[in-house]
């Protein structure tokens, strides 16, 4: 038995945070600040002349606050992300990772006060698309709904309460999630067409 990189995207997304979050003492705690930081309204604004500015919208979810922030977001990454990955494909899950990040990047620097870094909208993503990955095209898995009805309605409460996590985030790569499922559900169903067509 050999240990197999078995899921590129999500192995090396893991890596990159947790060499993120290694790295950023060693510069004096600005690294994540300056690179894996969107800084909401109250914070900053976006900057249509600055590059750094289009490079946050993505690198975002690759910076965290602490270990604890990381392995709470990384728990459910790894553990979901990989399915995910051999279910749809490396470079489809990247494409989806990326969307993600930016919807929730713009929404931040756009609609927020505060600031927003880490994976938790990747995760809540991760979370929504993952019932997907066993039906059959045309249904809507009752998982899904469970999921909206536990994680996603929680978050909604959640929000109007005073701390320090983006639920907006949460809420909104959920919803990336449950559309990039539709998506692909539908692409199934065309596929399923043309195969009994071409018959």
Same mark, same amino acid.
């Given at each position: 038995?050999?240990?197999?990189?078995?899921?590129?995207?999500?192995?090396?997304?893991?890596?990159?945070?947790?060499?993120?979050?290694?790295?950023?003492?060693?510069?004096?705690?600005?690294?994540?600040?300056?690179?894996?930081?969107?800084?909401?309204?109250?914070?900053?604004?976006?900057?249509?002349?600055?590059?750094?500015?289009?490079?946050? /919208?993505?690198?975002? !979810? *690759?910076?965290?606050v602490s270990w604890e922030h990381l392995l709470g977001n990384f728990a459910i990454i790894l553990l979901v992300g990989p399915i995910l990955e051999e279910k749809y494909g490396s470079f489809s899950l990247l494409f989806m990772i990326l969307i993600t990040a930016l919807v929730t990047g713009l929404l931040n620097s756009f609609l927020f006060e505060g600031a927003l870094l880490g994976a938790s909208g990747v995760a809540f993503m991760m979370i929504l698309l993952a019932p997907f990955t066993n039906t059959k095209p045309g249904e809507i898995p009752l998982? /899904?709904?469970?999921? !909206? *009805?536990?994680?996603?309605?929680?978050?909604?409460?959640?929000?109007?309460?005073?701390?320090?996590?983006?639920?907006?985030?949460?809420?909104?790569?959920?919803f990336c999630g449950s559309i990039f499922g539709f998506i692909k559900q539908r692409h199934r169903i065309k596929e399923l067409k043309s195969i009994v067509n071409s018959d």
């Open positions: 038995m050999k240990i197999r990189y078995n899921a590129p995207v999500v192995l090396n997304y893991a890596l990159l945070a947790v060499l993120v979050l290694f790295l950023n003492p060693l510069f004096g705690g600005n690294l994540i600040p300056s690179w894996f930081v969107v800084p909401g309204q109250g914070q900053g604004y976006f900057d249509t002349g600055s590059v750094i500015s289009y490079v946050r /919208l993505f690198s975002h !979810i *690759a910076g965290h998982t /899904l709904i469970l999921i !909206i *009805a536990l994680y996603i309605v929680k978050e909604v409460f959640q929000s109007f309460q005073s701390n320090n996590i983006a639920e907006f985030a949460h809420i909104a790569g959920g």
